[in-house]
């Protein structure tokens, strides 16, 4: 939670100057005969994103299993300009990649690996424009799975494990239809148990946190 704390605190460092250049324009502004400007955050875009994670597994008895790694998704969204709100921005996102996140511990004589291979989530977000630029919130739902494997024992697999996320970011366009985003995201997993033959874990809780870095592209 530090981590997305901080996070979030250097987003919002953001030049105060910035601010002026929104006027809360409505979204679409008449440029002349069959010519309109849509303004920045108003439409769909797609994306392609790097992150890095860390996270951590833990049961009811104190066990705890720490993992990192990376993670590749790709992004769509919509952008919603709220014309009755000069400068706030309403939107849905949905995303879904590829991940290498895993950790391993020992415990009672035994190696313990723990492993994700795939994360997606869909998202809603409200943020303020402020020119090209948009700080923003989001939280929704996310979908990943989990796999447990025991030295001489053997592994076990979820294939699908649901939960929270969370967090804030901040994103800029500077070239045309091309912008940069930097994000903060907090996941929590809903606890899960995993069955060896007859041995079942118990409930596992895990959470992660993401600090991704992405490209955007409007289709406007």
Same mark, same amino acid.
């Given at each position: 939670?530090?981590?997305? *704390?901080?996070?979030? %605190?250097?987003?919002?460092?953001?030049?105060?100057?910035?601010?002026?250049?929104?006027?809360?324009?409505?979204?679409?502004?008449?440029?002349?005969?069959?010519?309109?400007?849509? $303004?920045?955050?108003?439409?769909?875009?797609?994306?392609?994103?790097?992150?890095? %994670? +860390?996270?951590?597994?833990? +049961?009811?008895?104190?066990?705890?299993?720490?993992?990192? @790694?990376?993670?590749? =998704? %790709?992004?769509?969204?919509?952008?919603?300009?709220?014309?009755?709100?000069?400068?706030?921005?309403?939107?849905?996102? @949905?995303?879904?990649?590829?991940?290498?996140?895993?950790?391993?511990?020992?415990?009672?004589?035994?190696?313990?690996?723990?492993?994700?291979?795939? $994360? @997606?989530?869909? !998202?809603? !977000?409200?943020?303020?424009?402020?020119?090209?630029? *948009?700080?923003?919130?989001?939280?929704?739902?996310?979908?990943?799975?989990?796999?447990?494997?025991? +030295?001489?024992? @053997?592994?076990? =697999?979820?294939?699908?494990?649901?939960?929270?996320?969370?967090?804030?970011?901040?994103?800029?366009?500077?070239?045309?239809?091309?912008?940069?985003? *930097?994000?903060?995201?907090?996941? +929590?997993? !809903?606890?899960?148990?995993?069955?060896?033959?007859?041995?079942?874990?118990?409930?596992?809780? =895990?959470?992660?946190?993401?600090?991704? #870095? #992405?490209?955007?592209?409007?289709?406007?």
């Amino acid at each position: 939670m530090r981590k997305i *704390l901080a996070a979030i %605190a250097g987003l919002i460092a953001i030049p105060a100057a910035a601010l002026a250049a929104d006027k809360g324009a409505p979204p679409v502004v008449a440029q002349g005969a069959g010519e309109t400007l849509v $303004l920045p955050f108003q439409g769909r875009y797609i994306g392609g994103a790097i992150e890095a %994670a +860390d996270g951590q597994i833990r +049961d009811s008895d104190g066990f705890k299993m720490p993992r990192d @790694g990376l993670t590749a =998704s %790709a992004l769509l969204g919509y952008n919603h300009r709220v014309a009755t709100m000069p400068g706030i921005v309403i939107g849905v996102e @949905g995303d879904i990649g590829l991940t290498d996140i895993s950790g391993s511990n020992s415990a009672d004589g035994f190696t313990i690996k723990g492993s994700t291979k795939y $994360l @997606g989530s869909v !998202r809603g !977000r409200v943020g303020k424009a402020m020119g090209d630029s *948009l700080l923003y919130a989001t939280a929704g739902i996310a979908m990943t799975d989990g796999r447990i494997a025991v +030295d001489d024992v @053997g592994s076990a =697999s979820k294939n699908r494990i649901n939960g929270f996320v969370y967090g804030a970011g901040f994103e800029t366009f500077l070239l045309g239809n091309m912008g940069v985003r *930097l994000e903060a995201l907090r996941y +929590d997993w !809903r606890p899960e148990g995993l069955t060896f033959d007859v041995i079942e874990t118990g409930k596992l809780k =895990s959470h992660d946190t993401h600090v991704r #870095a #992405a490209l955007i592209f409007r289709l406007n």
